[in-house]
């Protein structure tokens, strides 16, 4: 029954929005049971060694706060998708990503680059950004541990329930960043890895 359950968890989450609907168990699934230190810093190790970023852990409570931050409906369930990528310049939201605008590729993982936006930098935003009023002023808010102290600021949220996709997700912004980012210095980026275990392990539990 908690498999079953965990599957209907990932499709719902991942199907908001006019998301796309997956197959969650081909996407790499895994049951995961609140956030596991552990098996993050597990996670970590298999990112690529040169890859500086700050971890982070998200709770339910603040996982909501950021979706409350939506101006609309629309912006607030773009804001509860489980993965997204933030890119503030400075205080601006300047480039957003999450996984329901990604398409499906043929190994059961999700294309994030698929028009070419992590091409460039910052990257072309994926959501359309009219209307937003996101600050990272008020994700610092969220979570004290960002610190603004780089013109840009890099955001991206993950979990251990999807770890491949996660996986791609990350490294997509590595690439991004080490072909096309800002060097050390003036116009540096600080990234932060947010982990989102908390919040699905409660919504597996609330279809349990």
């Not at 969650?24 to 049951?31: K, N």
């Not at 603004?148 to 949220?157: I, M, N, R, S």
């Amino acid at each position: 029954m908690r498999k079953y359950a965990s599957i209907i968890v990932v499709a719902v989450l991942l199907a908001l929005s006019g998301c796309n609907t997956l197959m969650p168990m081909l996407f790499g699934l895994q049951e995961i049971d609140g956030y596991d230190a552990e098996q993050c810093e597990k996670f970590y190790r298999k990112l690529p060694k040169d890859f500086a970023f700050t971890p982070l852990v998200c709770n339910e409570e603040q996982f909501r706060q950021v979706s409350n931050l939506g101006a609309d409906s629309m912006q607030m369930k773009n804001l509860y998708q489980p993965l997204k990528i933030m890119y503030f310049h400075g205080d601006t939201l300047v480039s957003f990503h999450i996984n329901c605008y990604c398409p499906p590729t043929l190994t059961f993982n999700l294309k994030w680059n698929y028009a070419h936006q992590f091409d460039v930098f910052p990257p072309a935003t994926t959501v359309p950004l009219d209307g937003y009023t996101l600050t990272r002023s008020q994700m610092q808010a969220v979570f004290p541990g960002i610190t603004g102290e780089a013109d840009y600021t890099v955001l991206v949220f993950w979990t251990n329930m999807v770890h491949k996709i996660s996986k791609s997700e990350i490294k997509t912004v590595y690439k991004n960043l080490k072909k096309h980012g800002p060097s050390t210095g003036s116009g540096a980026a600080e990234v932060y890895l947010i982990n989102n275990d908390i919040l699905m392990s409660k919504e597996l539990e609330a279809v349990e």
